[in-house]
């Protein structure tokens, strides 16, 4: 694989991932509640998952999801599902007091497996992003070389700039966090993010295939 190609493959993936996104949106969220170091852990998650949709690809598993209509619908409709899930239950959690570190707050303990687990579960409702590999992949592999390696590069490549996509947006929610005071923005943020994740669920769920 040339240099040429794995940088075109970069920026390809780079502009898909920094798009904002469900899985941008918990980025931002967990980074204005908990910090950028904690979101550390919903980055591993989502890029867990980033990773076994491009394995998942690779394996030419894509092909099937993108034939099968009803699967497709299930992983969509389910990922939908718990992003409104989520989006009812900021909604309708206490007012969040936006401290001027994120840290200080009694929310910014939030065990770190469920943010983990919550980025994984936001990026694993996105059935999305497995039709795209399916349709980015082929087009950077030289059916000529061994196989093996460029797919760990182009893996490596994808699960990197996901974690740094989904950083920028952690850091971006911090630093929201120091620019407004607790009076204006902890009386509406809940129902800021929380309406944010229940229009995502229904865009994703009445969204076209």
């Not at 929201?176 to 923005?185: H, K, N, Q, R």
Request: with cysteine; aromatic share 12%; hydrophobic share 50%.
């Amino acid at each position: 694989m040339s240099f040429e190609f794995l940088l075109i493959y970069s920026v390809t993936v780079f502009v898909a991932s920094i798009l904002p996104g469900p899985s941008m949106l918990l980025a931002l969220t967990h980074g204005i509640k908990y910090g950028a170091k904690r979101t550390i852990a919903s980055a591993l998650g989502n890029v867990s998952v980033t990773l076994l949709q491009t394995a998942i690809s690779i394996a030419g598993l894509g092909a099937v999801l993108l034939a099968s209509e009803g699967l497709f619908n299930i992983i969509k409709w389910t990922g939908a599902a718990y992003l409104i899930y989520m989006g009812i239950s900021i909604w309708c959690s206490p007012n969040m007091r936006v401290p001027e570190k994120p840290n200080s707050h009694p929310a910014a303990k939030a065990p770190l497996r469920k943010m983990y687990l919550q980025g994984a579960f936001v990026t694993a409702g996105n059935p999305k992003a497995i039709v795209f590999f399916t349709a980015v992949f082929p087009q950077f592999v030289d059916h000529n070389a061994t196989y093996i390696p460029q797919f760990s590069i182009l893996m490596g490549t994808g699960g990197i700039i996901a974690f740094s996509c989904f950083m920028v947006y952690a850091i971006s929610g911090q630093r929201i966090v120091a620019l407004f005071s607790e009076a204006t923005v902890g009386k509406y943020i809940n129902k800021i993010i929380g309406g944010t994740f229940i229009g995502a669920g229904i865009g994703l769920a009445a969204s076209n295939k």
